[in-house]
């Protein structure tokens, strides 16, 4: 199990399958969902040989359920801790409902 603890220390459980060096795609899941809807997403791509990452945004699925930091700017904050944690360059984000106001952010 992979988390991330973000500036805040809060825990953000992620999934990261495929190359490393491969063009990267990053799943955006929406509200009130978590990372694994987008399994076969994520399984198509990986076959097609991309590395594909999902993450449970902060108060969702396997990550921390915080009081505070609920609110777009802070998932976006989050998504930038990942980003930067994974080293991934010109990763290509695909959100859906609330994942996609991170996407945008």
Do not use: C
Request: hydrophobic share 30%; proline share 3%; aromatic share 10%.
């Amino acid at each position: 199990m992979s988390i991330l603890k973000t500036k805040d220390g809060t825990g953000i459980f992620y999934k990261d399958w495929g190359p490393k060096d491969a063009q990267p795609i990053v799943f955006h899941h929406g509200w009130p969902q978590s990372g694994d809807d987008w399994d076969n997403q994520m399984l198509f791509f990986l076959e097609k040989g991309y590395r594909v990452i999902a993450h449970d945004r902060r108060g969702h699925g396997r990550s921390d359920q915080t009081d505070t930091g609920n609110e777009i700017d802070t998932y976006a904050s989050d998504v930038a801790d990942l980003v930067r944690e994974l080293d991934l360059k010109d990763a290509i984000h695909v959100g859906r409902s609330t994942g996609g106001g991170e996407v945008i952010r």
